[in-house]
C-alpha cells in the first residue's frame, strides 16, 4: 500500500511531524511504500474558488503549483496520515489551505471523485489538555469520510509534550503504522 504522511506545522522536527513520521516508520516496517510532505516547504496557495474542478467529475484543481501535486498524491493513496498542529482553535495555515483545496475532490453535485476505500488517521498537537479539540478532529473526520477514506482515529500530543521516541504516544503511532 501507498502511506502518504503530511505534517502541516511549519516548525522543524515538530511535534506533528515526529508523529507523522512515526506511523510512516511502522509503516515501512510492515512493508507498505511511505512519502512525508511537509506543508510549510512546499509551493500551496489557497483555493481560489474559481469552481472549475467542480464542473466535471475529470476536472482537477486548475492551480499550478506543488500543491495540486500533493493532491494528486492523496487521490493516489490508499492511506494518509493527515498531521496538523491547533492553531487558534483550527488547523495551521497550511494545513487548512490543503484542506480548502480537498474542495476539488468533488463534483457539482457533491458527489467524490475519490474511487475505493482509502483509509486516513488523524494526526493532532495541541498545548491544551486532552479532549479540548474533539469537535475539530469530527469536522476533519466528517470530511474525510465523505471522500471514501475510512477514519482509522487520532493520534494527539498534548500540553505542548514532545512525543519522544520511547513515550506511549510515539509507540501508538508506530504501532498504528505497523497495523495498517
Ligand atoms: C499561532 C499559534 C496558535 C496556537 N493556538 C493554539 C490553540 O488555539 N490551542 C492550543 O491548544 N495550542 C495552540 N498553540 C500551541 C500549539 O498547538 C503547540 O505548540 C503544538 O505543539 C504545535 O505543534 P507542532 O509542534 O507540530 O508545531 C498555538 C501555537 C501557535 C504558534
Known sequence: MKVLGISGSPRKNSNTDILVKAVLRGAGEAGHDTEFIKLNDIDMQACQACDYCRESSERRCKLEDEGSSVLDRTMDCDVLVFGSPVYMAG??????????????????????????????????????????????????????????????????????????????????????????
Do not use: C, M
Request: charged fraction near 25%; hydrophobic fraction near 35%.
Open 91 to 180: 488547523l495551521s495555515a497550511q494545513a487548512k489551505a490543503y484542506i480548502d483545496r480537498w474542495y476539488s475532490f468533488k463534483d457539482s453535485n457533491r458527489i467524490t471523485k475519490i474511487k475505493g476505500n482509502k483509509k486516513v488517521i488523524g494526526v493532532y498537537a495541541q498545548g491544551a489538555k486532552d479532549g479540548t479539540y474533539h469537535r475539530l478532529f469530527e469536522t476533519n473526520e466528517r470530511l474525510f469520510n465523505s471522500n471514501n477514506f475510512e477514519y482509522l482515529g487520532t493520534l494527539v500530543s498534548t500540553e505542548y509534550r514532545v512525543p519522544e521516541e520511547g513515550s506511549d504516544l510515539f509507540e501508538k503511532a508506530y504501532q498504528a503504522g505497523i497495523a495498517l
